[in-house]
C-alpha cells in the first residue's frame, strides 16, 4: 500500500494551516497566500524528503466531483431566501447576461487582439476561453468584505452571482466545447447550443428544487441525530451534483441531448434544505451543522487553491512565449467585465424594479470579479488531444488557453484581491451609514453594561478580589460613559427617528432569540415556527426601510417561494394543497406570540429602571416601542384565549405536551451536563437517555 499520497494530504493541510495564521496576521488574503504558497512549494518538492508532496494530484474529477459540491453547498445553505428574492432580478440578470456579454466581449475582443499582433486563433477557441474565464470566484472578496464590513445587501450580490454565474458559464462552456469537438454545422448548431444552455439551467433548477424537498423530508425523518442530519445534508450535494452528471449522459428526446446543470442543481438544493428544510433539523443541531460546513469547506478551499498554485507551477507550459497575449488577454477581460457590469445595472436601475444599485457598488462588482477553481476545473476538462481546423501550432489548444486562464487567475488573486480593501477605503463602501452607527454605539453601551453587571456577580462571589474589582469596574465605567456620551450626542444630532429604528431592529432580534428558544423545546411546531420567523423576516426588512413594522397581529405574510413551490408540488403530485393552520397550530402561534412579546417587553423595561434609556435615544422613544409591544401581547393574549375557549377539551391536551416537552428538555439538559462534567459514567448516562427517550416517545403517543 502506497503511504504517500495520504502523508502528502495531511502535509498539505498542516501547510494550510500555518498559511491561515499568516493571513490572519498580516491581513493578506487567505486564498491568495495559498495560490503563492502553493507556487513556492513546487521546487521544494523536487527535494528527496519532501517529494511525496507531488503524489497528491489536482485532478479534474477531485475538483469537480469532490470539493466543488462542498463549496457550492456551503455558500448557497446560508442564503437568505427572502433577501435573495428581493435581488432575484440583479442577480439573475448579473449571473446569465452579464455572462453572455462578458463571454462574447473577451472572444471577440482576443480574436482581433491577437490577429494585431500576428497570433492568430479561430473564433470558436477564442470563445471557449471566454465562456471559462467569465466564472467568478468571490471567495477572497467576501472574505475581505467580512472583515471590512461591506454591506450585505453587496455581499449578497456578489455570492448570488457568483453561484449562479458558475452554473451558467460551465453550461455555455460544455456548449461551445461540444462545437469545438464536433465541429459547427450554422445554424443547426446554433439553434441545438442555445436549446442546451437553456435546458442545463431550467433543468437543474427544477431537479435541484426536486432534491432539496426530498432531502429536507428525509432531515425530519431523523430529527435529533445530529449524526444522521448532517451525513444527509452532505449527502444532498455530492448526489445532487453526480445525478444530474449521470442523467445528463442518459438524457436523449427525439434525437436531441438534454443536459442538466448540477452546479445550479446542488445551489438550488443547498438553499432549499438552508430555507424550507432549516426548520426541520434538530435546533441543538443547528449550530453544528454552520460549524461542520465551515470546516468542511475551509479545508476544501485550503487545499483547492494551495493546489492549484502547485499545478500551476509544474505545467509544461513556456509561458514566456504568451507572455504579450497573457497581458492582452488580461486587458481584455478587464473591459469586458466593465462592459457586463456598468450597462446591465444601469438598466436595472433605471427598471426600478428592485432598490438601486449605487456607482460605488458597481465598481465593486467590476474590479472584485476574480477568477478561482472553476474556471481551473473547464481548463482540465479540455481533452488534451482537443483541435480545430486552422491550428497549426506547435503547443496545444488546451496549452494555450490553459497558460491565458493560469495568467487571468494569478492576475486576479495578486493584483484585484490584494487591491480591493483599498478601493472599498476610497469608494467609502466600508464606512458606516447612519443606522449602522446608531447601532455601534448602542452595542458597546450594552456590552459595557453587562460586563459591569457581570463583574458585580463576580465580587459578591468571591471570583475576584477587590483591588482586580476596582481595575476593571474603572475601565468598564469609563467605557460606559464614554459609549453613553456618544449615543446621547448622536441620537441629539440626529432625526430621533434613528434611534427608534435601531431600537426596533433590537427588539426583533430579541423575538427571533426567543422564538427558536420556544422552537428547542417543543412549545411550537415547525408549521408556527416557519409562520412567525416569515413575520419577522418582514418586520426586520421595513424597519432597516423606515417603514411601519406590523400593521397587526392578523397580518398575513406570504409564503417564500420555496414554500409556495413544495405547496405547488404537493398539489401537482398528491392532488391536494395543505389542510392550513390545524386548531393547536393556531392556538400555538398566538401563545407563542404573546409569550415572546412578554420577553421583549420585560427586556426593555429593565432600561427605564437606570439610564440604560439614553442607549436607545431617550425615555420617550424605549415607552413607546414597550407600549407596542404591550399591544402585541394582549392582543395576542386575548386571541390565545378565544382559540382555546372554542376548543377547550382538544387545547387542554395540548397545553399539558407543552409542560411535558419543557420538563423533558429540562430533564435532557440537566443530563447533558452530568456526562459532560462526568459526575455519572457512561453507562448510566446511556441508560438514563434511553429512559428520558422512552417516556417522551410514550408521551408523544398519548397526544396523538
Known sequence: MQIEPFLAFFSLVLVS?????????????????????????????????????????????????????????????????????????????LSVASLVVSAAFIAVAIFFLFRFIGFEIPFIVALLFGS?????????????????????????????????????????????????????????????????????????????????????????????????EVTLTMLSAHFTFLLSEVLSEHMHFFGIEFRLSSIIATVMTAMVIGNYGRAKISPRVEEYMEKFWGYFAFVSNSLVFLLMGLLFASLPIRFE???????????????????????????LNRLGKEREIPMSWQHLLSWGSLRGALAVIMVLLIPDDATVPGWHYTFSVKEFVTALTIGCVYF????????????????????????????????????????IAALDRFRERGYVDQRVYDVLRRDHDAGYQESQGRCREFFSESDPARAE??????????????????????????????????????????????ETQIASLNEVFRDDWIEQFVGFFRKLVFGKRSAGISVADRYAYYRAQSIIAKK????????LSGSGFDTFGNRAILEKVISQYKQFRGHAAEKANDVFESHKEELETINEAFARKGLFKTEEAELDELTENEMITPKLSVMLRDELREREFAGDRVDG
Open 17 to 93: 494551516v500555518a498559511v491561515y495564521s499568516v493571513s490572519r496576521r498580516y491581513r493578506v488574503p487567505y486564498s491568495v497566500l495559498l495560490v503563492l504558497v502553493g507556487t513556492v512549494l513546487v521546487p521544494v518538492t523536487h527535494l528527496p524528503a519532501l517529494s511525496f508532496l507531488r503524489d497528491f494530484d489536482l485532478t479534474p474529477e477531485m475538483l469537480f466531483f469532490v470539493f466543488l459540491p462542498i463549496l457550492i453547498f456551503e455558500s448557497a445553505y446560508n442564503m437568505n431566501i427572502r433577501e435573495l428574492a428581493a435581488n432575484a432580478r440583479a442577480v439573475s440578470w
Open 132 to 228: 471559462l474565464v467569465s466564472a467568478t470566484d468571490p471567495v477572497a472578496v467576501l472574505a475581505l468584505f467580512k472583515e471590512y464590513g461591506a454591506p450585505r445587501r453587496l455581499s449578497l450580490l456578489f455570492e448570488g452571482e457568483s453561484l449562479f454565474n458558475d452554473g451558467t458559464s460551465f453550461a455555455l462552456f460544455l456548449v461551445v466545447l461540444e462545437v469545438l469537438l464536433k465541429g459547427f454545422s450554422g445554424i443547426g448548431s446554433i439553434a441545438e447550443g442555445v436549446l442546451l444552455f437553456f435546458g442545463m439551467i431550467v433543468g437543474g433548477v427544477l431537479f435541484g428544487l426536486l432534491m432539496g424537498v426530498l432531502f429536507s423530508k428525509l432531515i425530519g425523518l431523523v430529527s435529533d441525530d445530529e449524526n444522521l
Open 321 to 347: 512565449q504568451f507572455l504579450v497575449p497573457i497581458i492582452l488577454t488580461i486587458l481584455a477581460v478587464m473591459v469586458g467585465r466593465a462592459v457586463s457590469v456598468y450597462p446591465v445595472v444601469g438598466f
Open 412 to 451: 486576479t488573486l495578486f493584483i484585484k484581491a490584494t487591491t480591493i480593501s483599498r478601493l472599498m477605503n476610497r469608494l467609502g463602501v466600508g464606512s458606516l451609514h447612519a443606522l449602522e452607527e446608531a447601532q455601534y454605539h448602542q452595542a458597546k453601551s450594552l456590552i459595557h453594561t453587562k460586563a
Open 501 to 546: 429604528q435601531a431600537l426596533r431592529i433590537y427588539a426583533v432580534g430579541i423575538e427571533r432569540h426567543f422564538l427558536k428558544v420556544l422552537f428547542r423545546y417543543g412549545e411550537v411546531t415547525e408549521p408556527v415556527f416557519k409562520r412567525i420567523l416569515a413575520k419577522l423576516d418582514v418586520q426586520q426588512e421595513r424597519v432597516e426601510h423606515a
Open 600 to 607: 421583549v417587553t420585560v427586556h426593555l423595561s429593565s432600561f
